[in-house]
């Protein structure tokens, strides 16, 4: 049997993984990159801004910016495209579309660029992949859209878009990204209206979410910590039972065809 394992990249403006084992395997061949998407500041106190019940007294956590690069047979999805070259301190050391060449892939094959949720840190490059399409929850795109962004919102990031230079699915609920069940957008609202997660099964690992900000790291996750920046308190709640709620569910399954077999 299996173990189950859980994966987390503690990272504010990151992504958690989690592994979910019990997921049917992969049809079509699927890889799983990650990329820097930025320059980390020093650790973190998270006790006033990741907690609005202040639970993490005396915890200070280092915060990554990733990008991750999902390959589907011969296409590819760029999942968050981190912060962007013009981001001071932050700005990533090498960009997006040069890391993609160090792996010998152009912009050009980038057929998905699929997005956690709007805040900089997510889509500061995607302007860098203007050929793809962007895939978005609704509740984000249609912040990005408004005439009067709120404050923190920048628009121009993915003003390749907003311009109508490519192509725009804005997803309300979930979205099977290539049909076949090996990539698929959760609907995981309340860091953002739309915020997004992805599952992607890989044959040896197994199912990872990448979390997106649904919950920033293990502590959110584990105890129903929710930021107090976050735009929804009762939504954030749900999207963190609904994930575990999956992973029991997936461990359930999993136990039992132990015992079937
Ligand atoms: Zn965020």
Known sequence: MRRTLIWLVLGAWASALMSLSAFAQAAS?????????GTPPAPTDVNTRYSDTYAY?????????????IKHGNDY??????????????APKIGLVDLLAQMKVTPEQVKY????????????????????TLLIGKGDWDVLTNPKPPTGVNPQLVSNWISGGGKVEAISQDKDVFGDGT?????????????HSVLVKLAQ???????????HFRENYETDGVPAFNVDRGQ????????QEDRRESEGRRHHSTRRA
């Open 183 to 195: 990539v698929i957008m959760l609907y995981t609202p309340g860091h953002t209206p739309g915020h």
């Open 57 to 69: 007294d005396g915890v200070k956590l280092q915060f990554v910016f990733s990008c991750y690069l």
């Open 77 to 90: 999805m760029m999942w968050d495209t981190g912060q962007s070259m013009n981001a001071g301190a932050v």
């Open 113 to 132: 660029v699929g997005i956690s949720h709007y805040h900089s840190d997510h889509i500061g490059q995607a302007n860098s992949l203007p050929q793809a």
């Open 236 to 243: 954030t709640l749900a999207s963190i039972d609904r994930i």
């Open 29 to 37: 061949e699927v890889t799983l990159t990650r990329l820097d998407g």
């Open 205 to 215: 690992t197994g199912p990872v979410i990448l979390s997106g900000d649904f919950v």
